[in-house]
């Protein structure tokens, strides 16, 4: 009785909290000019990163001739939500075989500008656009 109680409320807590998620991801829905500095190079690297509640895409405005993964138009999806931060998972690997998945956590900074670090440092910053 106790495994079926325990199931019982993982299953009630996931059930409450995927709405929450999905209200707060939804304040983030629309268009983000991304900029953030190039893994290997330094360089300057644009990107969109379009958003509509829990789901979205991503695609810098860079290509390689060495890594077919830049450039690509990827999904993303939204791991957390709040009204301070969000977190997202960008599936590389679903828009070519081979290529890297990686995730950002992101803080507001006002209601136009997302500021937030990658795992190896670098700094992303996310502008809203009209």
Not at 14 to 23: I, L, N
Not at 67 to 83: Q, Y
Request: charged content about 25%; overall charge positive; glycine content about 8%.
């Amino acid at each position: 009785m106790s495994t079926t109680r325990t199931l019982c409320a993982c299953l009630l807590a996931w059930a409450t909290a995927a709405p929450a998620v999905a209200q707060d991801a939804a304040a983030y829905s629309g268009t983000w000019s991304v900029g953030f500095e190039a893994e290997r190079s330094g360089r300057a690297v644009d990107a969109t990163l379009v958003l509509a509640g829990d789901s979205g895409t991503w695609k810098a405005i860079a290509y390689s001739k060495r890594d077919a993964c830049i450039g690509l138009e990827s999904p993303v999806a939204v791991k957390e939500a709040s009204a301070e931060s969000i977190s997202i998972e960008v599936y590389r690997s679903k828009a070519l075989t081979g290529c890297k998945d990686w995730k950002v956590r992101l803080n507001r900074v006002d209601e136009q500008t997302l500021s937030g670090t990658f795992g190896d440092g670098r700094v992303v910053t996310l502008k809203r656009t009209p």
